[in-house]
């Protein structure tokens, strides 16, 4: 069965300064990786899938199958990237979200 | 011009009652789920249903029951609401069952609370 682990649940940074969201998957096949992003009180949204090796809102994610991981990274953090972060594979006929990481971006 | 239209968008009701949730998708997408997000913000899949027919069906109890008249909606019906059924809960939709690796697009929620 396939796992996805985001071994932070609440993680808080200053404005300006880098962040890195962590995300482990298992899977034995080759998953597609997502990351969805919940601001307050709104729906999920696609932020990043890693087919696509996009940067959007000046995120990026690089797939790393020696590790298994799919960390979102992102440069110089912003108030506005303040919410809810969802790690999440695909495969199987099935979606698995990890926990869910909560970033805040202290001004 | 919402690609995935849930309602309503807050629901309150007593322990005991029976209520249903609305969902609607205009993306063409076969395939529709029903999320359930706790206070812990911890999201689990319910259902999913691909071309009006059940494909996942998570250990949820028989009181939720989905109703999907046609590949354009998926709708959820609770009987004998309990307190611990509070939550929000998101429909979602996907173009092809998820192991083609179609992103899912999400409805806007409905938060329910059980009083």
């Known amino acids: 069965a396939q796992r996805v682990t985001q071994p932070e649940k609440l993680l808080s940074v200053f404005k300006g300064a880098p962040v890195e969201l962590k995300c482990n998957y298992s899977?034995?096949?080759?998953?597609?990786l997502f990351w969805y992003v919940q601001y307050s009180r709104q729906r999920l949204q696609l932020l990043l899938r890693h087919i696509s090796r996009e940067s959007i809102k000046g995120f990026t994610a690089d797939l790393n199958k020696g590790e298994t991981s799919f960390h979102l990274k992102k440069p110089f953090a912003q108030e506005e990237d303040s919410a809810m972060y969802y790690c999440a594979s695909a495969g199987g006929n099935q979606f698995y979200f990890g926990t869910g990481t909560s970033l805040t971006v202290i001004p | 011009d919402t690609a995935v239209s849930q309602t309503p968008k807050y629901l309150v009701t007593q322990m005991g009652n029976d209520k249903s949730i609305k969902c609607e998708q205009n993306?063409?997408?076969?395939?529709m789920y029903w999320y359930k997000q706790d206070s812990k913000k911890f999201l689990k899949i319910m259902f999913s249903?691909?071309?009006?027919?059940?494909?996942i069906n998570e250990t949820v109890p028989n009181r939720f029951s989905p109703k999907s008249p046609d590949k354009a909606h998926l709708n959820l019906h609770i009987n004998s609401l309990e307190l611990g059924d509070s939550a929000v809960y998101f429909c979602?939709?996907?173009?092809?069952?998820?192991?083609?690796?179609?992103?899912?697009?999400f409805g806007n929620g409905t938060r329910l609370t059980v009083t």
């Open positions: 979602a939709s996907s173009h092809l069952p998820t192991g083609a690796g179609s992103p899912l697009h």
């Open positions: 993306l063409g997408h076969d395939t």
């Open positions: 249903y691909n071309n009006k027919e059940l494909i």
């Open positions: 899977y034995s096949g080759s998953p597609e």
